[in-house]
Structures are given as structure tokens and as C-alpha cells.
């Protein structure tokens, strides 16, 4: 998580945060009321499958199979995923990682304060981290580099 979090230039703390939230594993497949699913342990949906076998040029079912069973691949696919949301964001880190969980506003300020909540259990609550969201953010601060994807594509 650290390595795909500082490629994406992303906070480190922020993807171990998701991953509580998801609650994924290696090898879950969660099954949506869409007909979509989530794989792995960052819970990345399968609407990411064509994206991602583009830019990684591997069949699609390779992807999938890998979302499913190889952590780092998952892992390294959801920061991608982050990355582009906090891109489209103008670099705002917490609508990004709503964006990860859903668009709709409701489910995207619900996801939020998650994310920020697992940060605290994961990391501690310093003062005033839970109005600002710097527990999830920690002490690094990154402009927008680039990147790719979310869990759930627009």
C-alpha cells in the first residue's frame, strides 16, 4: 500500500483506510444489486475491468482474476483509481475518496466520514483530524500527478 500510495502520490494512510472500509480479502467477490461485483481486497468493481485491461494490455479476464487473487495488483489498481478521482477533483483528497465509493452525494459524504473513521482506529485521532481529515491525509501533501481509476467508474 505504501508503494502504490507514493506512486499515485497519494497520502499512505489513505489506502489502508479504504481497505478497512471495504473490508475486501484476497479472493472476496461482493455481488451489487447492479449486477456489478467487487473484487479483492480493495473491493474494486468490475466496471474497472475494460479500463484497467487497456492500459495494462492483459484479456480482460486476466484483470479480473488478478483484482480477485493478487493483492498488490488490486491494491496498486485502486490508488490508481484514487489517483484519477483526486485528478478530477482538482486535487481534493476527500472528494476523491467518496468518489471511490459512489457519486451520489449522500453516499459519498457517508463514505467519507467512514474512510476518516477507520483512519482513526487505524492511526489515532489527533485533535482536530476528524473536522479537517487529516488522519486519513497524514503529514503528506501531494499535488495532482496523473493516475488512474476508483472502485466504482462513473
Partial sequence: MAAAASFYALPPR???????????????VAADADGTADLGIMQVNT???????????????AVRARLTFDPCFNIAAA???????RVETHGDLMAAI??????????????REAVVQAAHALFGAPGHA?????????RAVAGPRGG????TPR
Fill in 79 to 85: 490508488a490508481a483509481i484514487l489517483r484519477t478521482y
Fill in 14 to 28: 489513505v489506502l489502508p483506510a479504504i481497505q478497512l472500509v471495504e473490508g475486501g480479502r484476497v479472493g472476496t
Fill in 148 to 151: 488512474g481509476g476508483g472502485a
Fill in 47 to 61: 466496471r474497472w475491468i475494460a479500463t484497467l485491461a487497456a492500459v495494462t494490455h492483459l484479456p480482460a479476464a
Fill in 98 to 111: 467518496g468518489d471511490y465509493h459512489s457519486h451520489t452525494p449522500a453516499l459519498n459524504l457517508g463514505y
Fill in 130 to 138: 476528524a473536522a479537517t481529515g487529516s488522519a486519513v491525509a497524514g
